[in-house]
């Protein structure tokens, strides 16, 4: 259970203790969780996040403390560099001093203020460990004089996340800046606690266009986000600019609707085959992890037919993603309901004060009536089984372990006998998969089972996997081929039809059956 007010309450500590003493109260008070409810208006986890605009492009300027009491999060727009590339600075576009106290303001009143990094002309580099220290002295700098309450990544363009040529491990990634960014991320939860929020804002193709391909910044985002599941808040993909992607059932979707919203969002909540060459799979997040990012109004985006979606086509997305209220729509939803899904996302407040009011009118009532996100637990969950198909009496098991298990041990059992066992990792928010190769089996059924087991020794088993190993029949009759030694009285098939071998001879293309009636009779 999270108590609102927490952060305030930390703030007063640091003021009047010390280091010491603040050290202490964190330990005590931080969850190990990374779930924040207490950021939502409603009390039920469910956030609306808006980007405010540092500068001035035509949608004004909003001052911190003027910004509607609809946003759940105020996304900080942007830190970026300058002469430096790996140093982070941030320039108010209003007084300072001003700009502190309001930022203090808001949060007073519950909100949250987050320091978003790059943007779409915005360039960090960070290829080396000595430019990730000063990105990170830089950084922290920033947080504690502003009092930002976490960063959000949104690295865009050539100079952004990508990835370098031969990086095609989803898992063990080898681009500089890629594995500095993990670095970074895991070493700011770790000096500001886990109430520290991380999120991204990564373009569409950096992710899901990881399933068309692996390479530059298609896919770039992917192990970024694989290595720092654990202290992701949450992801909000921008669903904008992009065109169309191929979503989990083969077909194109196209930005602006319906069916793009709901089949963008399916691949991060059951994962998706990507085109790296090892480690290939992208395994889900959790539904409290998924924040969807669309445009506050068509002024927004780079163009009128950029991904703006008008707010009932939305609201038929969102029925269907969280309810399972289906619209009739061409995607058909894999899963029932995603009950937990996290928000939505909107580029931007400027832009919606411009338009109106559009967003925060349309999706605040309904993120306000859902119930409250139930982030899921780890719990002892049953493994599967499958097998392969049979090739030369030799074939694979593979063994999957579900997400969010309790489970620290398997035991694999054939015919009711224990042949394997092996150690799993409690916890994890990705499932594990074990595979076992059988070769030159006798022939007979064998039923295979698996056995999950927790640290208290609770203990679950799969349903059985039933595997017959068989001499396969050999046609009386096979199929005529080029180079064949044929005699006598031998049959074949060619073209659906039968023949018998009248003269014996050594088969080649130009005597087929069926046109040199001296060598083959049909019957």
Same mark, same amino acid.
């Given at each position: 259970v999270y108590i609102r007010g927490r952060d305030n309450m930390y703030k007063n500590f640091k003021k009047i203790l010390s280091l010491f003493i603040v050290t202490l109260?964190?330990?005590?008070?931080t969850p190990s969780s990374k779930f924040k409810a207490d950021t939502n208006i409603a009390g039920n986890g469910r956030l609306l996040v808006g980007y405010w605009h540092n500068f001035d492009n035509g949608a004004g300027i909003v001052k911190i403390r003027d910004v509607d009491p609809a946003w759940d999060i105020i996304n900080v727009s942007f830190g970026e560099t300058y002469t430096d590339r790996a140093v982070v600075e941030l320039h108010p576009v209003y007084d300072e001093k001003e700009f502190i106290a309001d930022i203090d303001y808001v949060q007073s009143k519950g909100k949250?203020?987050?320091?978003?990094? $790059?943007?779409?002309? $915005? &360039?960090?580099?960070?290829?080396?460990?000595?430019?990730?220290? %000063?990105?990170? &002295? +830089?950084?922290?700098?920033?947080?504690?004089?502003?009092?930002?309450?976490?960063?959000?990544?949104? *690295?865009e363009g050539g100079s952004g996340m990508i990835l370098q040529p031969g990086d095609t491990d989803l898992k063990n990634p080898t681009t500089p800046q890629i594995v500095n960014f993990i670095k970074i991320i895991k070493d700011l939860v770790k000096k500001y606690g886990d109430n520290f929020i991380i999120s991204m804002a990564p373009e569409l193709s950096y992710v899901q266009g990881g399933n068309t391909g692996y390479a530059t910044n298609w896919g770039a985002y992917l192990p970024l986000i694989d290595a720092v599941r654990n202290e992701l808040d949450y992801l909000q993909v921008q669903h904008y600019n992009c065109g169309g992607n191929m979503a989990l059932d083969g077909v194109t979707y196209n930005q602006g609707t319906a069916d793009f919203q709901v089949a963008m969002v399916e691949m991060l909540l059951q994962g998706f085959q990507t085109r790296a060459s090892k480690n290939s799979f992208f395994a889900p997040l959790k539904q409290e992890q998924v924040v969807i990012g669309v445009p506050a109004s068509q002024k927004g985006t780079l163009n009128p037919n950029s991904g703006y979606i008008q707010? &009932?086509?939305m609201l038929k997305a969102l029925n269907y993603l969280i309810k399972g209220q289906s619209y009739g729509g061409s995607y058909k939803m894999i899963g029932a309901k995603y009950p937990n899904l996290r928000g939505i996302m909107a580029? @931007?407040?400027?832009?919606?004060?411009?338009?109106? %009011?559009?967003?925060?009118? @349309?999706?605040?009532?309904f993120f306000d009536s859902l119930s409250e996100v139930v982030p899921e637990k780890p719990s002892l969950k049953a493994a599967s089984v499958k097998a392969s198909a049979i090739a030369n009496k030799s074939y694979s098991l593979t063994i999957d372990v579900p997400a969010y298990n309790t489970?620290? +041990?398997?035991?694999?059992?054939?015919?009711? %006998?224990?042949?394997? &066992?092996? +150690? *799993?990792? +409690?916890? *994890?928010?990705? !499932?594990?998969?074990?595979?076992?190769?059988?070769?030159?089996?006798?022939?007979?059924?064998?039923?295979?089972?698996?056995?999950?087991?927790? !640290?208290?020794?609770? !203990?679950?088993? @799969?349903?059985?996997?039933?595997?017959?190993?068989k001499e396969v029949e050999v046609p009386s009759v096979q199929e005529w081929q080029s180079g064949v030694s044929y005699k006598l009285g031998d049959k074949v098939t060619y073209q659906g039809k039968t023949y018998e071998c009248i003269f014996a001879h050594t088969s080649h293309m130009g005597w087929l059956p069926g046109t040199v009636p001296t060598l083959w009779k049909q019957l």
């Open positions: 109260i964190i330990m005590t008070i949250k203020v987050v320091l978003s990094l $790059g943007g779409a002309e $915005g &360039t960090i580099q960070v290829p080396t460990d000595a430019a990730r220290e %000063k990105f990170m &002295t +830089s950084l922290t700098g920033l947080i504690d004089k502003y009092g930002f309450d976490g960063i959000d990544i949104d *690295l707010p &009932t086509e580029w @931007s407040i400027n832009w919606d004060n411009v338009n109106n %009011k559009e967003f925060v009118k @349309s999706y605040r009532p489970a620290t +041990s398997y035991e694999l059992f054939e015919n009711g %006998k224990s042949i394997a &066992t092996g +150690s *799993l990792t +409690s916890g *994890l928010t990705s !499932a594990q998969t074990i595979k076992k190769d059988f070769t030159n089996k006798a022939y007979g059924t064998y039923t295979y089972s698996v056995t999950v087991k927790d !640290a208290a020794g609770a !203990a679950v088993t @799969s349903a059985n996997c039933v595997v017959e190993v």
